[in-house]
């Protein structure tokens, strides 16, 4: 399993970094998770988008979602590919996205993206990769998503404060890809929907998972300060997302 690093700034994109995206490839089989903002053209570098397999869009927000708009023109009226390419995403996305394209049942939008809604603890395949979904604690309906296969494990946290399903989904996964929007102690006027650098380090741990990969950094955040807190909290090895860094990830013996 190879996980390519589109885009990993919180929030918005910077002039270097775009926001959240990530590339997964299998075998065969690739899937864009979260198509932040800026994160269509990495991702037309590195594959023909027609190629895509599946997007999973953790939730609505725009540095999550915005370059599905991308796909949607690339696949509508550019270049093509296979079509429909099917969409992964929570509850009630699938009307939102639709309406920024005006698209009725019929509109072509619709024809080139097949958005499918699941919940929390729903299982679906992609090719020989299994996709396992977790509920996010964020302010708008969110996933956790767990990638698996030829035995490996990746589970990316999407946006979430503490609890929810993470460490639950995440339990012994060879990586997890995490967000770590903060950075010091939490206290009582601490934003409760984004996790601290620390707090990622302590859901790995709890997890027992392999590796940690702290993301969704803000612009202006020192990056190796993340991973220093989270470290402290994690005894396994810890990097941080760094656009365009390629992680390859081998199964545990």
């Not at 949607?72 to 270049?79: H, Q, R, S, T």
């Not at 990969?213 to 993340?226: K, N």
């Amino acid at each position: 399993m190879r996980l390519t690093v589109l885009g990993s700034t919180a929030g918005a994109p910077s002039r270097t970094n775009p926001a959240s995206g990530y590339l997964v490839e299998c075998d065969d089989v690739s899937i864009w998770l979260d198509a932040g903002t800026g994160t269509f053209m990495e991702l037309a570098q590195r594959i023909d988008p027609g190629t895509l397999d599946a997007v999973v869009i953790s939730h609505i927000h725009v540095d999550h979602c915005a370059d599905l708009y991308g796909l949607y023109g690339y696949l509508a009226f550019g270049p093509s590919g296979d079509v429909p390419v099917k969409v992964f995403a929570p509850r009630d996305a699938a009307a939102h996205l639709a309406a920024f394209a005006r698209a009725t049942k019929e509109h072509v939008f619709n024809v080139v993206l097949d958005i499918e809604e699941v919940e929390p603890g729903v299982e679906v395949a992609v090719g020989d990769v299994t996709l396992r979904f977790g509920d996010a604690v964020h302010p708008v309906p969110s996933l956790v998503t767990r990638v698996e296969a030829r035995g490996v494990s990746l589970v990316y946290s999407g946006d979430t404060g503490p609890g929810g399903d993470l460490v639950e989904i995440s339990a012994g996964a060879d990586v997890l890809l995490c967000e770590a929007s903060l950075q010091g102690v939490r206290d009582s006027q601490t934003y409760p929907y984004h996790l601290t650098a620390r707090e990622a380090g302590e859901a790995a741990a709890r997890a027992d998972a392999r590796q940690l990969i702290v993301t969704h950094v803000g612009a202006l955040m020192d990056p190796q300060v993340s991973v220093d807190e989270a470290s402290a909290a994690f005894a396994g090895p810890v990097e941080y997302a760094a656009q365009g860094r390629v992680f390859a990830f081998e199964g545990r013996e």
